[in-house]
């Protein structure tokens, strides 16, 4: 059976909770497309399983659950934790993560609201939001405004779609990949960033040393 096929049975079984269960694991597990799942919910309220607007509601709700699950996971780690890794891994330190956790402390809002829309973003952001120990009830707030649009597009074009509702897979993988490709060239302009500055501090570092002997 195919994961269509087990998200329908489960959605026809269970009504709007299925859709809701189902979502709220896809927000645990990030390998787990939305865009099967949520164009499903639609699909499968087209056929008279359970109302439009329940299957939105229901779905928004799971995805709260599952990023409240992965914010709690990011208190639980906390910026203490996450320097002490960093420090362990090739061209990343300490540093990096205060950097990083000052960016988003600027930016928590705005990041938690559009990375609703951005594939694996959507789930890994209520990690760094739950480090940082953003205000709950506006995280709750732009989680919801932000799942909620998501989950309502795609639940209406596989209302709308019916029996066509795979199409909606198509255009997501092509904007999957877009975001795939921008995310691998930043990460490998840090990388040689990062390689550059390592170099240069070797560099440094050496000179120093041979100031010292002579």
């Known amino acids: 059976m195919g994961i269509d096929q087990w998200a329908i049975a489960v959605m026809e079984s269970l009504g709007v909770v299925g859709a809701g269960l189902l979502v709220a694991i896809e927000s645990l597990f990030p390998p787990i497309p939305s865009e099967i799942i949520l164009?499903?919910?639609g699909?499968?309220?087209?056929?008279?399983?359970?109302?439009?607007?329940?299957a939105i509601i229901a779905t928004t709700i799971g995805s709260l659950v599952g990023a409240l699950g992965l914010y709690?996971?990011?208190r639980y780690v906390g910026?203490?934790?996450l320097r002490r890794?960093?420090?362990?891994?090739?061209?990343?330190s300490a540093d990096d993560v205060d950097r990083s956790?000052?960016?988003f402390g600027t930016h928590d809002r705005i990041a938690v609201l559009t990375g609703r829309f951005v594939p694996?973003?959507?789930?890994?952001?209520s990690i760094p939001a739950g480090v940082e120990r953003m205000n709950l009830g506006l995280f709750l707030l732009l989680t919801v405004i932000g799942s909620g649009i998501w989950n309502s597009l795609f639940i209406i074009l596989g209302f709308?779609?019916?029996?066509n509702w795979n199409l909606v897979e198509g255009w997501m993988s092509q904007y999957s990949r877009l975001i795939l490709v921008i995310a691998i060239v930043a990460v490998a302009i840090i990388v040689v960033l990062r390689i550059r500055r390592y170099r240069r501090a070797r560099r440094a570092g050496a000179a120093a040393a041979d100031a010292d002997a002579d």
């Open 39 to 41: 164009p499903l919910a």
């Open 43 to 54: 699909f499968t309220a087209s056929r008279g399983s359970f109302p439009l607007v329940g």
């Open 72 to 74: 709690y996971l990011g």
């Open 79 to 81: 910026v203490a934790r």
């Open 85 to 92: 890794w960093a420090d362990r891994v090739p061209l990343m």
């Open 101 to 103: 956790m000052v960016w």
């Open 120 to 125: 694996i973003v959507r789930s890994l952001v």
């Open 160 to 163: 709308v779609l019916g029996e």
